[in-house]
């Protein structure tokens, strides 16, 4: 079977062109994007990404001797690191469908691909985030297992005053949603990013400003829901729960199973994920060489493919995410009111 390049059938001039039409569809769902400190590839480089955090200095509160110089301080930093991984899939093309179908169905199946590479990527990131150590149960309960509430004010005062202990600093400017590396200024605040199951809970909360209700100077972000305090909130299904991981019966009151229960069951638990300013790293989905498209016409004849009947479309790129400061990014385990009011 003959080899086929990184483009296959299309010029790199035509991927790069593919690659642009294919991204947008995904970045318009991506909401780890938005609060990663990004790190970009370049060809050739080695297989593990780097992020440096910078410690802070103690406040220099001890007077100074009138003659002796003081010795000054030595930067500390710590190296966060991440190996890259390998992730793509392909969608088989006939000629039957080439030949016959009335749409272009290579732009739809990139476009589509799209979309499943922007989840693949964002279902990364959610799974590295959800594993950090700095934790809160609803209304303080004591573990997952036990945790039989939705978010409550309470929780959020708790997280926003952890925040502060730790010199956390509220997100200024996130990631765009256009295909290329930039960011953009946001108004001030933490991020918090959650399923969209939580929105009737999120809305119950004493104060919380709807999205539909932000002032004229106030640009929502995509997936954004509404803002209570100094959090803004971006929902999407990819934020799975754990099912039915609250051992205590939850009557009827929680989803559990992803349902509204008929007797009494465990509730499901939802991570409720609050950023601040450069607590995570990740590798850009977006960019010149972040996803790679190849397009194999089903015309192309060869010793595998010896009637024109067979191609495809396929991406793949290589990603890494990393917490890059445990107190920055903050993991609340909540509740979801099944027939919440």
């Not at 780890?32 to 790190?39: A, H, K, L, P, S």
């Not at 922007?118 to 149960?137: H, M, N, P, Q, W």
């Amino acid at each position: 079977m003959a080899i086929v390049n990184r483009y296959g059938d299309i010029t790199p001039r035509q991927a790069a062109y593919s690659v642009r039409t294919l991204l947008p569809r995904g970045q318009s769902r991506m909401c780890f994007e938005r609060v990663t400190q990004i790190t970009t590839l370049l060809a050739k480089e080695t297989d593990t990404v780097k992020w440096r955090r910078y410690e802070s200095f103690l406040p220099a509160i001890a007077p100074m001797n009138e003659v002796i110089p003081k010795e000054g301080q030595t930067i500390q930093y710590a190296d966060i690191t991440a190996t890259l991984e390998l992730f793509g899939d392909r969608v088989n093309l006939t000629r039957k469908i080439t030949d016959h179908h009335e749409d272009d169905v290579i732009r739809e199946e990139s476009e589509i691909l799209g979309e499943q590479a922007a989840d693949t990527a964002e279902l990364i990131r959610f799974g590295k985030a959800k594993a950090g150590t700095s934790v809160y149960y609803g209304n303080g309960a004591a573990s997952r297992v036990a945790t039989q509430s939705p978010p409550t004010n309470g929780d959020l005062h708790k997280i926003l005053r952890a925040f502060n202990r730790a010199k956390a600093r509220s997100i200024t400017k996130v990631v765009s949603a256009s295909d290329k590396i930039s960011t953009e200024p946001v108004a001030a605040a933490y991020l918090v990013i959650g399923h969209t199951d939580l929105l009737a809970d999120l809305k119950n909360l004493p104060n919380f400003v709807p999205v539909e209700q932000y002032s004229n100077n106030l640009k929502a972000l995509p997936n954004e829901v509404g803002k209570k305090d100094q959090f803004r909130f971006l929902l999407t299904e990819l934020a799975s729960p754990w099912l039915q991981a609250a051992t205590s019966a939850g009557g009827t009151t929680y989803l559990s199973n992803g349902a509204i229960p008929a007797a009494t069951s465990y509730p499901d638990v939802y991570p409720l994920l609050f950023f601040a300013e450069n607590a995570f790293g990740g590798v850009a989905f977006k960019g010149k060489d972040a996803i790679h498209l190849a397009v194999r016409n089903p015309e192309t004849i060869d010793s595998g493919n010896p009637f024109g009947q067979v191609g495809f479309v396929s991406w793949w790129f290589r990603q890494a995410a990393a917490i890059l400061n445990e107190a920055w990014i903050i993991r609340l385990e909540c509740c979801c009111t099944a027939t919440p009011s």
